[in-house]
């Protein structure tokens, strides 16, 4: 399903006009992206998951082709988790 699709299903369920729902569906992914970047937040849906930030350390690796170590920085990654309710939902408990 992309981004079109879900217009497209909550134009359909709500009765709103498409390009209602886009700016709608847009500035929810932009807060949640500005949240997570700036202001380094995880985001809570309850019922649906959590927007969450991973922390990886720095680490070395090996350069395989020129046979040699890098190093590779500590970073940040984003990661969803969805709730216990999603989860059994999907394995139909």
Known sequence: M???????????????QKKEVAVVIESFMETVKRC?????????????????????????????GKNTTITIPAHNLPSFKPAKAFVDEMKGE
């Open 2 to 16: 992309t981004k079109a699709d879900i217009i497209s299903e909550i134009t359909e369920q709500t009765g709103l």
């Open 36 to 64: 997570m970047l700036d202001k380094k937040e995880n985001v809570y849906l309850r019922g649906f998951g959590s927007f969450i930030i991973k922390r990886r350390a720095t680490k070395t690796a090996r350069d395989i």
